[in-house]
């Protein structure tokens, strides 16, 4: 069963800078793995996913240019570098992972494992 751990929101002024952690356990293989966030009253939405074999990612437009998606396969350990913070980037964020050998792809679908999230909160 894979499990995925979320870890490094917190609090942070607008153009701040914060890393968030994930670390998956119980993978085999490769998978694509991304990150999401939900802000209050909105709907989740997928920001940046990476396979983990050969490192191709995908970005929704809003983050492009500040966040950075990278992985580590052997920690098992997906991060997500978020620099220049908006008060609009406040949202809970969540590690999600792929069935075993899915690529990913810009729709940010087929995501199977999720995470319990961190909360990210920019204050302007």
């Known amino acids: 069963q894979v499990q995925l751990v979320e870890s490094g929101g917190g609090s942070v002024q607008a153009g701040g800078s914060l890393r968030l952690s994930c670390a998956a356990s119980?993978?085999?293989?490769?998978?694509?793995m991304g990150w999401f966030r939900q802000a209050p009253g909105k709907e989740r939405e997928g920001i940046a996913s990476?396979?983990?074999?050969?490192?191709?990612?995908y970005y929704t437009d809003s983050v492009k240019g500040r966040f950075t998606i990278s992985r580590d396969n052997a920690k098992n350990t997906l991060y997500l570098q978020m620099n220049s913070l908006k008060p609009e980037d406040t949202a809970m964020y969540y590690c999600?992972?792929?069935?075993?050998?899915?690529?990913?792809?810009?729709?940010?679908?087929?995501?199977?494992?999720w995470g319990q999230g961190t909360q990210v909160t920019v204050s302007s």
């Open positions: 990476i396979y983990t074999r050969d490192g191709i990612t």
């Open positions: 119980g993978t085999r293989g490769h998978y694509c």
């Open positions: 999600a992972a792929s069935v075993q050998f899915m690529y990913c792809s810009s729709g940010f679908s087929n995501f199977r494992y």
